[in-house]
């Protein structure tokens, strides 16, 4: 049990000694006649966030399915462990859970390891800037989480209706008059400077719907740390998640610290990891904060990989709405990291249609490409 618990650990799983002693407890309880009864009294006393079911109960197989097999983990408590595991399909964070912990470093080795870390420190970077977020295990997900913090997005801006002096101002631009008597006054009558009137810039008001679907599962958190970093600076931002319905995360997204922000963002949504829903939810969009929406100069960024559950000509009724009252319809989805992929399904076919571009972000790489992107598609007037 011990060793289960530490394994759960090793994957990012929230366990401490009190849960495994409350799953020790609920062992007794039930007794180990049914897997079934079993895993279920564990996972409710070990288990408190939805994204931790699966993983859970992939590691609950692979640890107690053969006798030979838990005492190949139970190895793992060990200083050392020799051994690797069947390579077989599981998910990353139980994959390295599994895995056989790394010898510890000898202190004859200190500097060797010392300059090995340095020359790594750019290729181990290099790497994790085109690794997909999906293929990711609990330590390399959370270094990567941390990474994509950093990333800059700055939000396109528009002209807007308010003026500002400015020195640099174009010969076409409206003249300062208080300011060129101001200026006069100063200087006996001569007409020595010439302060002009231009345009404010701002930055367009974001709408942010994000996925958080059971397929998007390990995307959801890391793009809207991202997100919440990235566009700190911004004007205006609406964030909103969608799966089975429609969850606003605007209030979380007003916390200054992104691991706060998270935490609070995580126990408003309560469908995480279920289905989607995106014709439904953009229906409650309308219907309950159209108001949101500031007129034709929002920038809609949807944040999905288009496996839509629902009917496609809600869907497509609702997305004809949304481009209406938005400026750009911008669908960020992670699947672009296939070759060739292209947008079959119902729901996918739909947005496709309707989005001004599909853009990826499945990787660091392409998290760092978006500002770009938004700043060339605001360019081509597209």
């Known amino acids: 049990m011990a060793g289960f618990g530490r ?13 495994i002693a409350l799953a ?19 996972e409710s006393v070990m288990i408190s966030r939805e ?3 699966m993983v859970f109960r992939e590691l609950f197989d692979a640890w107690f399915r053969d006798p030979e097999l838990a005492n190949k983990m139970l190895a793992q408590m060990l200083p050392s462990a020799e051994g690797k595991a069947e390579p077989v399909k599981r998910r990353p964070r139980v994959r390295e859970a599994l895995a056989a912990p790394r010898a510890p470093v000898t202190p004859a080795q200190t500097e060797r390891e010392v300059e090995f870390d340095a020359a790594m420190t750019a290729s181990d970077r290099q790497r994790m800037q085109h690794a997909d977020f999906n293929a990711l295990g609990a330590a390399e997900y959370r270094l990567v989480e941390r990474l994509a913090r950093d990333i800059a997005l700055p ?12 020195s640099g101002a174009g010969a076409h631009s409206r003249m300062h008059w208080p300011g060129v008597l101001h200026q006069a006054a100063r200087t006996g009558g001569e007409l020595i400077r010439l302060p002009r009137l231009e345009r404010r810039k701002q930055p367009l008001p974001l ?6 679907s059971g397929s998007m ?25 969608f799966g089975t319905h429609l969850t606003d995360l605007t209030p979380a997204f007003r916390i200054a610290d992104t691991d706060a922000m998270l935490l609070a963002a995580g126990e408003s949504i309560d469908d995480f990891a279920g289905g989607t829903r ?17 007129g034709r100069r929002t920038l809609v960024l949807v944040i999905s990989d288009g496996l839509d559950t629902g009917e496609p000509e809600m869907l497509e009724r609702e997305l004809l709405w949304l481009k209406r009252h938005s400026r750009k319809l911008l669908w960020l989805n992670p699947l672009l990291r296939y070759d060739g992929y292209s947008p079959l399904a119902r729901g996918a076919a739909v947005l496709h249609r309707h989005a001004d571009a599909m853009l990826a972000v499945h990787n660091l790489s392409a998290l760092g490409q978006l500002a770009a992107s938004l700043a060339a598609l605001m360019r081509s007037g597209r």
Do not use: I, K, N
Request: glycine letters at 6%; proline letters at 2%.
């Open 24 to 42: 020790a407890e609920a062992a007794m309880l039930v007794g180990v006649d049914s897997r079934f009864d079993l895993a279920a009294a564990m």
């Open 217 to 241: 599962e390990r995307y959801a958190r890391l793009l809207l740390a991202f997100l919440h970093a990235a566009t700190r600076r911004a004007g205006r931002r609406d964030v909103f998640a």
């Open 7 to 19: 394994a759960l650990r090793r994957a990012g799983v929230r366990t401490d000694s009190a849960r």
């Open 51 to 53: 994204q931790d079911r």
């Open 207 to 212: 709408l942010v719907l994000v996925d958080v």
């Open 278 to 294: 995106l014709g439904g939810s953009l229906a409650e969009l309308r219907r309950r904060h159209a108001r949101r929406l500031t």
């Open 155 to 166: 939000v396109p801006t528009v002209p807007a209706r308010r003026l500002r002096v400015a």
